[in-house]
């Protein structure tokens, strides 16, 4: 069966090639230029690849569905996912909201095989606005909707982000309730993904998420402790939700929250001292060791989306000795 899989060169997507290949599975990605599509094709030589240069643009995937008629299944992860640039609108908000419109009315016009689109939505997508990951009773559930509002986001990278994978996961529930697809849908509320980036990058291009464990990796005293609360989950259990949605129709039509715990540097900083102790020898910035308590923190059920998952999540402990392990390498190749 021919997957189709956007932003293909990503992190997270990185993993879903891996797992896919080792599922037996045939890969078609979208990348945004030869090196990058080369680079998956060493690595696995049946990959195929088309180029899609910018997912802004409305008809961006129409080529890759008229060229590839027997696409069944797709898996849309391209995204921007950085803090960075001076128009969230133009450089966040637009390519997340017509992205994912773009892949799914290409689908919908020329895609005579699909059967299921996932699509990789966020806790971004959930948490309330104003954030507040520090109020103890609040439980996080599916049913949840960040309530920010375009304008509000059009003002700030960071603002600008969670809208955009909010109102992009709108569009795709708007279009299924608009258009009625004979494609089924379901949406990942992945928060933090942490794990060993497999895709083509350098420490200097290190994906967002991961900047948080190397920031954590790399602390030589400016380390905020115990810093902010957040949610994680470990890439390898992000690609295989993934895999599991687009075949198990029990996700059908629904979103999908895959998440491990809660977190903060001080956590995170104490997990890597304990299971990569030859990392952080001679650091004196260590804040209160064992002063993280979850109990503290917002909650979240996931049960519903478990149900069809039975997904056994890696631990913080495993995430973060890989990811530490390959950041090391990074480094060391640089
Ligand atoms: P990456 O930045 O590694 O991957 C993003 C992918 O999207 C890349 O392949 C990138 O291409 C592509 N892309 C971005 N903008 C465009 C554009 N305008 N046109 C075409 N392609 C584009 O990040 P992740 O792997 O972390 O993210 C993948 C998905 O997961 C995104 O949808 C993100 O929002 C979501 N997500 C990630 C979380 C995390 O913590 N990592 C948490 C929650 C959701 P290129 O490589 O050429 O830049």
């Known amino acids: 069966d021919l997957v189709l899989l956007t932003g293909a060169s990503g992190f997270i997507a990185g993993h879903i090639v891996k797992q896919l290949f080792e599922k037996g599975y045939k890969v078609l990605g979208t990348v945004r230029s030869d090196a990058k599509g080369e680079f998956l094709k060493k690595q696995y030589p049946g990959f195929e690849y088309e180029i899609v240069t910018d997912i802004s643009t409305p008809s961006a995937f129409d080529a890759v569905f008229q060229a590839h008629p027997d696409i069944k299944y797709v898996l849309h992860t391209a995204s921007p996912f950085h803090f960075q640039g001076n128009d ?185 001292r304990k299971v990569r102790p030859q990392y952080t020898e001679g650091l004196t910035n260590v804040g209160v060791p064992g002063s993280f308590d979850a109990a503290n923190y917002v909650k979240f059920d996931n049960s519903e989306s478990q149900k069809y998952l039975q997904l056994k999540y890696k631990t913080l402990e495993e995430t973060i000795a890989d990811t530490a392990d390959r950041l090391k390498e990074l480094a060391k190749a640089e």
């Open 88 to 272: 969230p609108e133009k450089e966040l908000l637009i390519p997340a909201i017509n992205g994912t419109k773009s892949a799914l009315s290409a689908a919908h016009k020329y895609g005579v095989n699909v059967k299921k689109i996932v699509i990789t939505s966020s806790f971004a997508a959930m948490v309330q606005y104003p954030f507040n990951l520090s109020d103890p009773n609040f439980v996080y559930t599916e049913e949840h909707w960040n309530n920010i509002t375009y304008e509000e986001a059009k003002t700030d990278n960071v603002l600008g982000y969670f809208a955009s994978k909010t109102f992009a996961e709108r569009a795709a529930w708007d279009f299924l309730e608009a258009e009625k697809p004979k494609f089924t849908i379901t949406t990942i509320q992945v928060p933090y993904v942490f794990g060993p980036p497999i895709n083509d990058i350098g420490l200097k291009n290190l994906n967002t998420s991961n900047q948080l464990i190397q920031g954590v990796l790399s602390n030589s005293g400016e380390l905020e402790l115990p810093g902010e609360p957040l949610l994680y989950v470990d890439v390898r259990d992000v690609a295989a939700t993934h895999i599991t949605a687009m075949t198990n129709a029990g996700l059908d039509n629904k979103r999908c929250f895959s998440s491990t715990g809660v977190a903060n540097n001080q956590l995170m900083l104490d997990t890597l």
